[in-house]
Nanobody, 123 residues
Framework: QVQLVESGGGLVQAGDSLRLSCAAS????????LGWFRQAPGKEREFVAA????????YDRDSVKGRFTISRENAKNTVYLQMSSLAPEDTAVYYC????????????????WGQGTPVTVSS
């Protein structure tokens, strides 16, 4: 059973920074592309960032605006999302996802998902 567990979410103030982590129970973690998605109340799940098996990264600049950084640490089977200059519009449940393939901006392409960690940014 594959398990992805997000952590690091919480309630923060606008302008704060937050680091999300996602630990995966994958024996071949290094072979998976990992992504971060988020879903705000009443909105569709949207792509945030992803990192390939080789460490290449892609971002949704329209939503992230250069404030987020995705990284992975294969030795710890963990993918991170470093968020800075958080704003109320960043409030959402953040999910990590994995797939044994190339990176994708489409949530339907990912096979494994965590249960999400909520991030709330107050004004």
């Amino acid at each position: 059973q594959v398990q992805l567990v997000e952590s690091g979410g919480g309630l923060v103030q606008a302008g704060d920074s937050l680091r999300l982590s996602c630990a995966a129970s994958l024996r071949t973690f290094s072979k998976y592309a990992l992504g971060w998605f988020r879903q705000a109340p009443g909105k569709e799940r949207e792509f945030v960032a992803a990192i390939s098996r080789s460490g290449l990264t892609i971002y949704d600049r329209d939503s992230v605006k250069g404030r987020f950084t995705i990284s992975r640490e294969n030795a710890k089977n963990t993918v991170y999302l470093q968020m800075s200059s958080l704003a109320p519009e960043d409030t959402a449940v953040y999910y990590c996802a994995g797939r044994d393939s190339y990176v994708s901006r489409t949530s339907r392409d990912y096979d494994y998902w965590g249960q999400g960690t909520p991030v709330t940014v107050s004004s």
